[in-house]
Nanobody
């Protein structure tokens, strides 16, 4: 199993910044994809940013240029730096990790953190 613990959420005014962290522990071997998702009240969960083990990243259009995803593999931690926050960024942000194939005796799996709340006031 993989445990993911998010931190860094809170309330900020529009235009402000927050940095989310996701600490991974447990059977983290061969985790190839890590990402951040968010879910606003009454809406479906959506992908915000993803980091692939080859170093590539991808972002949803609405956060490009404002959010930056990064990983510290030595610390098994992923980050989401969020700048120029907007009220529409208000949501619960979830950390996600995926093992996409069999690797070193570990099978494919998808893991989620418990979420951290981000509120952006206008």
């Amino acid at each position: 199993q993989v445990q993911l613990v998010e931190s860094g959420g809170g309330t900020v005014q529009a235009g402000g910044s927050l940095r989310l962290s996701c600490a991974a522990s447990g059977d983290t071997i061969c985790i190839s994809v890590m990402g951040w998702y968010r879910q606003a009240p009454g809406k479906e969960r959506e992908l915000v940013a993803v980091s692939i083990s080859d170093g590539s990243t991808n972002y949803r259009d609405s956060v490009k240029g404002r959010f930056t995803i990064s990983r510290d593999n030595a610390k098994n931690t992923m980050y989401l730096q969020m700048n120029s926050l907007k009220p529409e960024d208000t949501a619960v942000y979830y950390c996600n990790a995926e093992r996409t194939h069999w690797c070193s005796g570990y099978g494919p799996g998808t893991y989620w953190g418990q979420g951290t709340h981000v509120t952006v006031s206008s």
